[in-house]
């Protein structure tokens, strides 16, 4: 039996928990947004994004279960989970992992004061600071470059989709 590392396995018990609750949380708040109206755009990228997100945890959990754990990593990644929390709970039921577009004017509180896409700027972080609680160098650096492709996508079709929100 391979040696694991107790943190380690909580750390990543913890990542793979959340991300499949919230795929739960998306998949709820999305047919709620259909049924008031709104339209999904983007749909064909979707499923690269899951793919590139569930290759990146499949990575963690492979290269990293028997990892040790930095502290110091652990903790930046703790400050990104209150970012998450801030973001989540400002959106409430518009939060969702597709682009969804409500004829509605946009969430302008909490992180959206500040930032144009929280969420974006959280997964990126996210995405480079799990992999480093792990001493991960590599994924981090491959996920990061991959994510950042996926986003050059992404915030293009969701900028085009929410023009008319904007003005």
């Given at each position: 039996?391979?040696?694991?590392?107790?943190?380690?396995?909580?750390?990543?018990?913890?990542?793979?928990?959340?991300?499949?609750?919230?795929?739960?949380?998306?998949?709820?708040?999305?047919?709620?947004?259909?049924?008031?109206?709104?339209?999904?755009?983007?749909?064909?990228?979707?499923?690269?994004?899951?793919?590139?997100?569930?290759?990146?945890?499949?990575?963690?959990?492979?290269?990293?279960?028997?990892?040790?754990?930095?502290?110091?990593?652990?903790?930046?990644?703790?400050?990104?989970?209150?970012?998450?929390?801030?973001?989540?709970?400002?959106?409430?039921?518009?939060?969702?992992?597709?682009?969804?577009?409500?004829?509605?004017?946009?969430?302008?509180?909490?992180?959206?004061?500040?930032?144009?896409?929280?969420?974006?700027?959280?997964?990126?972080?996210?995405?480079?600071?799990?992999?480093?609680?792990?001493?991960?160098?590599?994924?981090?650096?491959?996920?990061?470059?991959?994510?950042?492709?996926?986003?050059?996508?992404?915030?293009?079709?969701?900028?085009r989709g929410l023009t008319h929100l904007r003005k």
């Amino acid at each position: 039996m391979p040696d694991f590392s107790l943190p380690a396995a909580l750390f990543l018990s913890f990542i793979a928990v959340q991300r499949l609750s919230e795929l739960l949380i998306a998949r709820r708040n999305t047919t709620k947004l259909l049924r008031q109206g709104a339209r999904e755009i983007g749909a064909g990228h979707y499923s690269v994004m899951v793919v590139l997100h569930a290759a990146w945890l499949l990575a963690l959990i492979g290269f990293g279960y028997n990892q040790p754990v930095s502290t110091g990593w652990l903790l930046v990644f703790a400050g990104l989970q209150m970012f998450r929390i801030w973001i989540l709970v400002s959106l409430g039921e518009r939060w969702t992992t597709r682009i969804i577009i409500l004829d509605q004017p946009l969430v302008k509180s909490g992180p959206f004061a500040y930032l144009k896409h929280p969420n974006y700027c959280l997964v990126v972080a996210e995405i480079l600071v799990a992999p480093m609680v792990l001493d991960l160098f590599q994924v981090a650096v491959l996920f990061s470059v991959l994510n950042a492709a996926m986003l050059y996508v992404r915030i293009r079709v969701e900028e085009r989709g929410l023009t008319h929100l904007r003005k």
